[in-house]
């Protein structure tokens, strides 16, 4: 058992994310292809005497430490194992807040792994429930691999994507309200997936997920036109295959699968929008890739 862990908290990917219907406990069923890709938070933990959370990076003072989740994932891991797990740990916050990306989740999801490892843990009765209960995207990032993502995050389908692909994110570093967002959604959208699970296999292509939409899009840029600015302009974009939002925003990315035309993009974005968040990255398939 390790006393000290050093981990990657990699941003999520929504390729797609269709709204299904709302339930009646208020919260919507979705469909939603997510994957990673090799960047995001970074994570640093080491036993202590008493829990202690600092927080550093370019976003690190845009983030609050009271009501983090990745305290509340502390708190709730000492009542289902009954114990205490004290550990100082370093976030390196390298990702825009409310992106979209769901880095609280994937910080919350790797600390969870961190202490299961620190502490020698076993799953116990009732984790999965833990998982879920801090958020609707906390199962996929802790399981750590690319899932066909069904009801309200409970449910994964793991598969991988069969090319590789570049992207690139740009964020204009604007909060959207993913809560306004669902209250604005004013009906169910088809159901697109039932039958595709049906002959679903372990590899899925492009066309699977670039035919799809994010629903969430048209009400994101309602709340902020830099969305659609950033959308018009990755689809100018040499190379580029595909341009969307993901998760409820503000990150929107471009797909290539050429480095260079990758490169070029960038370039472009950066020379365009001079005080957003611009970063290249890699699709994974799973976190043991990066």
Not at 61 to 74: P, T, Y
Not at 78 to 95: C, P, Q, S
């Amino acid at each position: 058992m390790s006393s000290i862990l050093k981990k990657l908290s990699p941003a999520k990917i929504n390729l797609f994310l269709e709204v299904k219907n709302k339930r009646e406990d208020g919260y919507h069923n979705i469909e939603s292809l997510m994957t990673f890709c090799n960047y995001g938070d970074f994570l640093k933990i080491k036993k202590s005497d008493k829990f202690c959370l600092k927080l550093n990076g370019p976003f690190g003072v845009d983030l609050e430490k009271k009501n983090n989740l990745i305290e509340k994932a502390k708190y709730k891991l000492e009542h289902l194992y009954k114990r205490k797990f004290d550990v100082e740990v370093i976030l390196t916050k390298n990702l825009p807040i409310a992106s979209g990306m769901a880095g609280g989740s994937s910080n919350a999801a790797t600390f969870i792994k961190c202490i299961k490892e620190m502490f020698d843990l076993k799953d116990v009765l009732a984790f999965d429930d833990l998982l879920l209960s801090l958020g609707a995207d906390v199962p996929f990032c802790y399981h750590g691999r690319t899932a066909l993502v069904r009801g309200i995050g409970e449910k994964l389908n793991f598969i991988d994507i069969k090319e590789n692909y570049y992207l690139l994110l740009i964020n204009p570093k604007i909060e959207i309200s993913t809560q306004k967002i669902f209250n604005e959604l004013k009906e169910s959208k088809k159901n697109y997936l039932d039958n595709l699970l049906i002959n679903l296999k372990e590899t899925v292509k492009f066309d699977f997920f670039s035919e799809r939409e994010n629903h969430l899009q048209d009400y994101a840029i309602s709340q902020s036109e830099e969305i659609k600015e950033i959308l018009t302009l990755m689809d100018t974009f040499k190379g580029s295959l595909l341009s969307r939002m993901t998760g409820s925003g503000a990150t929107c990315f471009a797909l290539f699968d050429n480095i260079n035309d990758l490169k070029h993009a960038e370039i472009s974005a950066k020379k365009k929008f001079k005080n957003y968040w611009i970063k290249s990255s890699k699709l994974v398939n799973s976190l043991k890739h990066i």
